[in-house]
């Protein structure tokens, strides 16, 4: 149920050829590369401060090399490593309302059976393109055993809330400016990607649900 693309994530941009972003992209990011009002709610794990100011300062070695191809900076204290996804969409979506109602429901009751287990070891992999919508960074168990814990705590929730595909662990970094760019603009970009070495904590603790408003404003539910 983990996808770690292992051999994707080294070469997630095009060499030499434009890149285009995902037409689903325009959902969330405008043109000029504000966040769109889209809503929905999600089961995340928060990061503590120290990682989060870690993360902004990789998020400004992107924004440093081509600030042309990105969206409206992400808040460090929005960033997450999202377990699973539940409902989302435009806000004026027939059924929005029932549908996160339902499913933030199914979630709360699983959440409430894993209070006080031990934290997730994990460690952090690569700054990578995202199908085309946004760059993340890629995070993977330290060990056996939080491999297995994760898998099964996805397992539960998608039992509960199918989306139908593995989870990919990582932490948003930065969504693109939905649009076409040439391959000078994508090389510069493409080499601010890199291998990044953390340890990362994940504490079910910290496992909450929230509801989102847009990409940079979450809250606990």
């Known amino acids: 149920m983990l996808n770690l693309l292992k ?47 870690a993360l902004q300062e990789l998020q400004e070695s992107l924004y440093a090399a ?20 539940l409902a989302n ?16 429901g199914r979630a709360r009751e699983i959440l409430a059976r894993w209070t006080g287990e031990t934290p997730l070891q994990m460690r952090t992999t690569w ?16 060990d056996p055993e939080s491999g297995r814990r994760l898998e099964e705590m996805y397992g539960e929730l998608e039992e509960a809330v199918r989306l139908g595909y593995p989870l990919t662990p990582h932490i948003t970094m930065a969504y693109f400016r939905p649009g076409r760019y040439s391959p000078e ?5 493409a080499a601010a990607l890199r291998p990044v070495e953390r340890e990362i904590l994940l504490s079910p603790a910290q496992l909450v649900l929230q509801t989102f408003e847009d990409m940079n404003h979450y809250e606990n539910s």
């Open 66 to 85: 081509a600030p042309e191809m990105l969206a409206q900076r992400l808040r460090p204290e929005s960033f997450h490593m999202t377990l699973h996804d």
């Open 127 to 142: 700054l990578f393109n995202m199908v085309n919508t946004s760059i993340v960074l890629g995070l993977a168990p330290a």
């Open 89 to 104: 969409g435009r806000p004026d979506s027939p059924g929005l309302a029932d549908w996160m109602a339902q499913a933030g």
């Open 7 to 53: 051999e994707y994530i080294p070469h997630s941009l095009p060499e030499g050829r434009e890149f285009e972003t995902n037409p689903n992209l325009t959902a969330k990011v405008d043109p000029e590369g504000r966040l769109l009002p889209f809503r929905g709610n999600t089961v995340v794990f928060l990061l503590e401060p120290p990682v989060q100011r």
């Open 185 to 189: 603009q994508v090389g510069r970009l």
